[in-house]
Nanobody, 123 residues
Framework: QVQLVESGGGLVQAGGSLRLSCIVSGRYGRYGMGWFRQAPGKEREFVAT????????YYADSVKGRFTISRDNAKNVVYLQMNSLKPEDTAIYYC?????????????????WGQGTQVTVSS
């Protein structure tokens, strides 16, 4: 059974940083990973993804240059380093996985999700 567990959320002031972690169990090989977020009253949106075969990354325009997705394949952990945080980054952040090795940005392409971790950025 595939399980994802996020951690690292919290409250931070605007301009600050947080690093989210997502531990993946039960999935093996060159699977893809992504981070999504959902703010109150809004639909879930894509944040970042990392390709399974070569680590190539892709970001939403809203976070490009501020967020970095990375993975430690030996530990089955995916990270989201978030710098220069803004109040509009406030949301529940979810990690997700899909079994393909290519890049995916639609949440419907992901088959397993974590429970989410709250990120709150105060102004």
């Amino acid at each position: 059974q595939v399980q994802l567990v996020e951690s690292g959320g919290g409250l931070v002031q605007a301009g600050g940083s947080l690093r989210l972690s997502c531990i993946v169990s039960g999935r093996y090989g060159r699977y893809g990973m992504g981070w999504f977020r959902q703010a109150p009253g809004k639909e879930r949106e894509f944040v970042a993804t990392i390709r399974g075969n070569d680590g190539f990354t892709y970001y939403a325009d809203s976070v490009k240059g501020r967020f970095t997705i990375s993975r430690d394949n030996a530990k089955n952990v995916v990270y989201l380093q978030m710098n220069s945080l803004k109040p509009e980054d406030t949301a529940i952040y979810y990690c997700a996985t899909h079994p393909r090795s290519d890049l995916r940005v639609r949440d419907s392409d992901y088959d397993y999700w974590g429970q989410g971790t709250q990120v709150t950025v105060s102004s």
